[in-house]
């Protein structure tokens, strides 16, 4: 799980621009899906057959990025945010641009604090008032590289181990749930389900959940979990009463997202996933939100309406390119996915 999470990870695929992470997961889905297909906005649907209930296990696979937006006289770039930045975790960031002709290097700068006004210093600097810097001489050199409005640009990190089974890296929302999909279907490929199962990679889940959308709507499952990642409250500058979820301790089971205005979790699949845990001593932890949603939303509301939940691994600093997450929660939250595959029948 840790080297297929960290190969996840480490490659790059923002929203919109999903295809090489597309190609990854179509490469570990395809000895165990019975069919696998892109459906028309991009989104890999893997299937494993079976008698019963169908099932859709939704991972979305972009991540949070930037686009260029113009290119100056001296060649530096401006760019879009694409998907939910805090500013200041862009400052100073080392990126890549994503070019036709390959990967381009650069970094974000803006004015240094030498040259500012006092008042300046006093106020965290906006994104618009960042740009990046790839070592062109100007403008003709920068597209000479191959860069051009519309290219997508990710940041230049990669996984790192911490102490104590802990990692860091960019992309855990949502490459972690995409691992966890992955190895799911590879634990149940060889045994006899009494479900039929889809795996989604869904896309552009970051810039309004659209991928899950259309693929729910095509597939009309009679159950669907949307795996992602959730903020825990187990570090500096949270309160246990804004998150009572703690790394380590198992995958988180929502119960209502975004205050209610995203997800209701059905009752049943609530159900379903705790008597999964409980039955078989798998450590699960019960989420409230007031913050973001997942596909989870989108897909709850699809057609007349399809029973979701939510399972998400607790992830430190959500939205940065130095995401922590504990690797056992990986391990618990396909454990209990294998768990409730299993038992799906009994439920729905």
């Known amino acids: ?84 930045w805090f500013d200041q975790t862009l400052h100073s960031q080392r990126v890549i641009v994503h070019t036709n002709n390959g990967p381009v290097t650069g970094v974000i700068g803006c004015k240094p604090p030498h040259v500012m006004k006092e008042e300046d210093r006093k106020t965290p600097v906006k994104s618009d008032d960042m740009f990046i810097d790839v070592g062109a ?72 959940l659209k991928g899950a959308k259309t693929s729910a709507f095509g597939l009309d499952p009679d159950v669907a979990l949307a795996i992602d990642t959730t903020v825990p409250g187990d570090h500096p500058g949270i309160e246990k009463k804004d998150s009572v979820i703690d790394t380590g301790k198992g995958p988180a089971v929502t119960v209502v997202d975004a205050s209610g205005r995203g997800l209701i979790a059905a009752p049943q699949v609530i159900k379903w996933l705790r008597a999964a845990g409980d039955k078989n001593d798998i450590p699960y932890q019960m989420d409230v939100g007031d913050g973001g949603t997942t596909d989870a939303t989108a897909i709850h509301l699809t057609r007349e309406g399809i029973p979701t939940g939510t399972l998400s691994v607790p992830t430190r600093y959500i939205h940065s390119p130095v995401e922590v997450l504990d690797l056992a929660d990986l391990e618990h939250s396909v454990n209990l996915l294998v768990k409730a595959v299993l038992s799906v029948e009994d439920y729905f």
């Open 1 to 84: 799980m840790e080297e297929l999470l960290a190969k996840l990870s480490n490659a790059h695929g923002i929203s919109g621009s999903e295809g090489n992470i597309k190609i990854m997961l179509e490469e570990e889905l395809k000895p165990y899906a019975d069919e696998l297909r892109t459906d028309k906005m991009g989104n890999l649907i893997a299937v494993k057959e079976g008698d019963g209930p169908s099932i859709m296990l939704a991972a979305h696979m972009d991540e949070i990025g930037l686009m260029v937006k113009y290119i100056d006289d001296k060649g530096f770039l401006r760019f879009v945010k694409i998907g939910g």
């Open 137 to 208: 001489k100007d403008k003709e050199d920068a597209e000479k590289m191959g860069i051009e409005v519309g290219t997508p640009i990710s940041p230049d990190r990669e996984v790192k181990k911490l102490a104590n089974g802990k990692i860091t890296g960019k992309a855990f929302d949502n490459r972690a749930g995409c691992a966890i999909v992955i190895e799911t279907m590879r634990r149940l490929s060889d045994m006899d389900l009494k479900a039929k199962l889809y795996v989604v990679g869904t896309v552009q889940e970051e810039v309004g």
